[in-house]
Each structure stands twice: as structure tokens, then as C-alpha cells.
């Protein structure tokens, strides 16, 4: 048995409104943050001069796409206070990046509405509008099994202090998930997290989301994912 919770009539102008109202809340979810989870160690000397050179793999030194990520490196570590020094710095900033398929498989319970659009005519012209209804619970609700896939970003980099020997002082990784096979698009979201309130916390994972129009809109699916 069907037990209609809600039935409401709208003139045809009141389906516009609907309308915009609908697309506004699709507009304000598109507006959702990139989140990551930030994972931090570190032992920074504190009064340390904040100067750096980067170190690369022969193969990263030839790939144009790390090339792209130094550039967004760069830039967020110039945000923090640190100056790139071709001649003695203090640190040497090594940075990977990796991208792991996922996939789960869900059982998700649906419960169908049904809407019924109805018109009559009277007195005063033409009317219209919709019914919703939904089933009673317990009755007329389905299990569907979904696979979900998506994909696994990582961003992860390591300051070594060449003043005391190349010691390692700082190492983070940052992790988002989307929908592309390429991290490209999540990789200005991951460089503005890897240096959240650096340096930060020793020893914690937490969350830090980057608001949309701060880096940038992600070309590639960054935060589309589950």
C-alpha cells in the first residue's frame, strides 16, 4: 500500500521556481571544499633561514608534468615565507606523487517516490502541477548493489636540513580521492594542503579542505569521487 505523505498543487508559474530553487542548490554544492587528510613529522629548526632547492630523479627531471608540480610548489612555498636558492640553502625539498585505483562494492537501500503531474481546466483557466508520494516504510523499498570505483591521490614530500648533514626534518603527505586517472587536477588542491599551517602538528593526520576558488577549478575530478 502507497500512503501519500505529501500532495501539493502549484500553478504552472510555481514550476519555475521550483526550478531555480533546485538549481541553486546544485550551484551551492558545487561550491563543496576539496578536503585531504594531511599526515605530518617533523623535528624544524625553528630560526632556520626558510631557503630551499629542489632535488629530482632523473626521470622527474624529464617529465614535463612534474615540471607542472614543481611550478605549483613553488608557488605555495613562496605563499609560506620560502625563497628558492641556487647558491647554499638551507633545505633540499624532495616531493612524489602517486595514484591508486579503488573499488568497493555497496548495498544501498532505495526507497522510490513517485511524482504525477496533473492538469485540469475550470472556472478560472488552466491549472496544473504535481503530486509526490512515497511508499509507507517497509513497503516498496529495493536493495541495490553499486560498484564504486574512484582513484587515490597522493602527494607526499620530505625537507632534508643540508646544515646538519642532509638530515631529514620534515615529511608529509597529503591524500584526496576523485574521479580521473590523473592526479592533475587534484595537485593544486594536495600543494595548498601539504603546507596547511606549516609546519604544523607532529605526529597527527587531519583534515584540511581547501575552498574551489582558491586554486583553481579541478579539471580532472578532484573531490568527485564515493
Not at 513517485?114 to 517497509?138: D, E
Not at 597522493?154 to 632534508?160: D, E, G, H
Not at 587531519?206 to 573531490?223: I, Q
Request: glycine share 10%; proline share 6%; with cysteine.
Amino acid at each position: 500500500m502507497t500512503i501519500f505523505l505529501r500532495s501539493f498543487r502549484v500553478r504552472l508559474r510555481g514550476v519555475a521556481g521550483f526550478g531555480l530553487l533546485a538549481m541553486a542548490v546544485l550551484l551551492a554544492g558545487c561550491a563543496t571544499p576539496i578536503a585531504s587528510d594531511l599526515t605530518v613529522f617533523h623535528e624544524w629548526p625553528a630560526q632556520a633561514p626558510r631557503t630551499y632547492r629542489f632535488a629530482a630523479t632523473e626521470t622527474q627531471l624529464d617529465s614535463l608534468e612534474h615540471a607542472t608540480y614543481r611550478q605549483q610548489m613553488r608557488a605555495e612555498l613562496a605563499r609560506i615565507g620560502f625563497t628558492e636558492a641556487a647558491q647554499a640553502p638551507r633545505f633540499e625539498l624532495r616531493f612524489e606523487t602517486a595514484v591508486r585505483p579503488r573499488h568497493e562494492r555497496r548495498l544501498e537501500y532505495t526507497q522510490p517516490y513517485y511524482v504525477q503531474p496533473w492538469f485540469w481546466w475550470g472556472t478560472w483557466g488552466h491549472h496544473g502541477g504535481v503530486s509526490i508520494a512515497a511508499p509507507f516504510p517497509g513497503y516498496g523499498g529495493y536493495a541495490v548493489e553499486r560498484d564504486i570505483a574512484w582513484y587515490e591521490y597522493r602527494l607526499s614530500a620530505n625537507f632534508r636540513d643540508l646544515a646538519a648533514g642532509g638530515r631529514k626534518v620534515y615529511e608529509a603527505t597529503a591524500v584526496t580521492s576523485g574521479g580521473a586517472p590523473s592526479i592533475a587536477g587534484a595537485m593544486p588542491y594536495l600543494a595548498r594542503s601539504l603546507f596547511a599551517d606549516f609546519p604544523g602538528l607532529s605526529g597527527v593526520t587531519r583534515r584540511v579542505e581547501v575552498p574551489r576558488e582558491a586554486v583553481g577549478s579541478p579539471a580532472d575530478g578532484a573531490g568527485a569521487a564515493r
